[in-house]
């Protein structure tokens, strides 16, 4: 919050700051998204680079999923960026590659039926029924169904990125559990046993 206030006000050096803070992995990423999203939502220049930059393989998950986002906004406009968010959709991560399918049907990228057919089998549950219908929206040459009131292409990248949050805790749950294992094994040890 302090730093999207700081943006805001479009401080003297806000350039440092944001570099600062999409370098700055504590927390979740939680500075560089906020930096990263403050770029893309100011549009330009900048951002089209930012979001090309932010969504390549390499960049921390959280990054991507925002910067996909962004693509998707381009790409209505931007042929390069267009093919850019299509080949996403072969992303080895499963929450990039899920903001990338939802991202070309909402920037309603025809060319990108081939591919999101493909990759249809990888998703299920109410993702994948908003996925078919909006799939189905695009053969028809329509433009893409707009998602239910209930649930926004937002809100599924914010669950992506809630789940990998919650993935992340959880995998830092399971060392703690094994570290106290493995310190009272330790105290077990070195525990003189009484003389008998």
Same mark, same amino acid.
């Given at each position: 919050?302090?730093?999207? @206030? ?7 050096? #806000? ?5 600062? $803070? ?5 927390? =979740?990423?939680?500075?560089? %998204? ?21 969504? =390549?393989?390499?960049? +921390? ?18 042929? !390069?960026? !267009? ?8 992303? !080895? ?6 903001? $990338? ?22 998703? @299920?549950? %109410?993702? %994948?029924?908003?996925?078919? #219908?909006?799939?189905? $929206? ?7 169904? #707009?998602? +239910?009131?209930?649930?926004?292409i937002k809100e599924i990248a914010d669950l992506e990125r809630q789940a990998l949050d919650l993935e992340l805790q959880a995998r830092e749950m399971r060392n703690r559990a094994e570290a106290l294992k493995l310190k009272a094994e330790r105290s077990k040890l070195t525990t003189p046993k009484p003389a008998g």
């Amino acid at each position: 919050v302090a730093l999207q @206030t700081l943006l805001n006000k479009e401080v003297k050096d #806000s350039d440092e700051l944001i570099a600062s $803070a999409l370098k700055n992995s504590s927390d =979740r990423h939680l500075l560089g %998204r906020t930096a990263l999203q403050y770029v893309l939502d100011h549009g330009g220049q900048k951002a089209r680079e930012a979001a090309v930059l932010y969504s =390549r393989p390499g960049q +921390p998950s959280a990054l991507r999923t925002a910067a996909v986002q962004a693509l998707a906004r381009q790409a209505k406009d931007d042929p !390069e960026a !267009e093919k850019f968010l299509i080949g996403l959709l072969d992303d !080895e991560l499963p929450n990039v590659r899920t903001s $990338a399918m939802f991202a070309v049907v909402s920037a309603g990228l025809t060319a990108a039926l081939p591919k999101l057919e493909q990759q249809l089998p990888k998703v @299920t549950g %109410r993702p %994948r029924q908003m996925l078919e #219908s909006q799939i189905e $929206a695009l053969k028809n040459s329509k433009k893409p169904a #707009s998602p +239910p009131a209930d649930i926004s292409i937002k809100e599924i990248a914010d669950l992506e990125r809630q789940a990998l949050d919650l993935e992340l805790q959880a995998r830092e749950m399971r060392n703690r559990a094994e570290a106290l294992k493995l310190k009272a094994e330790r105290s077990k040890l070195t525990t003189p046993k009484p003389a008998g």
